[in-house]
């Protein structure tokens, strides 16, 4: 059974940092593509930042470029995403999502939730003004 678990949430000033992880767990795809993904409420989930098995591979939604940076270690099957900058409109759940790399390649692969077939519970990030 696979399980992904976000931490790191919670409330923090304009301008602030916080940094995000997500621990997957169970049997699945040899090679991964990991993302995070928001959702403020009353809005639909929406694409942050994906990242490739090796990590060389990184894309990210133009709100985030500049500000926000994922990572991996697939040692510790953890990926990470450190959020600067932080602004009220960054206030959403956060959530990591987990797809198979085989045959997913470029920002439309990657920032397509149904690229990815297992989903975390969220973790609340608030940004206030």
């Known amino acids: 059974q696979v399980r992904l678990v976000e931490s790191g949430g919670g409330l923090v000033q304009a301008g602030g940092s916080l940094r995000l992880s997500c621990a997957t767990s169970g049997r699945f795809y040899s090679k991964t593509v990991m993302g995070w993904f928001r959702q403020a409420p009353g809005k639909e989930r929406d694409f942050v930042a994906a990242?490739?098995?090796?990590?060389?591979?990184?894309y990210y939604t133009d709100s985030a470029k500049g500000r926000f940076t994922i990572s991996r270690d697939n040692a510790k099957n953890t990926v990470y995403l450190q959020m600067t900058s932080l602004k009220p409109e960054d206030t959403a759940v956060y959530y990591c999502?987990?797809?198979?790399?085989?045959?997913?390649?470029?920002?439309?692969?990657?920032?397509?939730?149904?690229?990815?077939?297992?989903w975390g519970p969220g973790t609340q990030v608030t940004v206030s003004s």
């Open positions: 999502a987990l797809g198979n790399q085989e045959g997913c390649s470029g920002y439309a692969c990657y920032q397509g939730p149904r690229s990815y077939d297992f």
């Open positions: 990242i490739s098995w090796s990590g060389d591979s990184t």
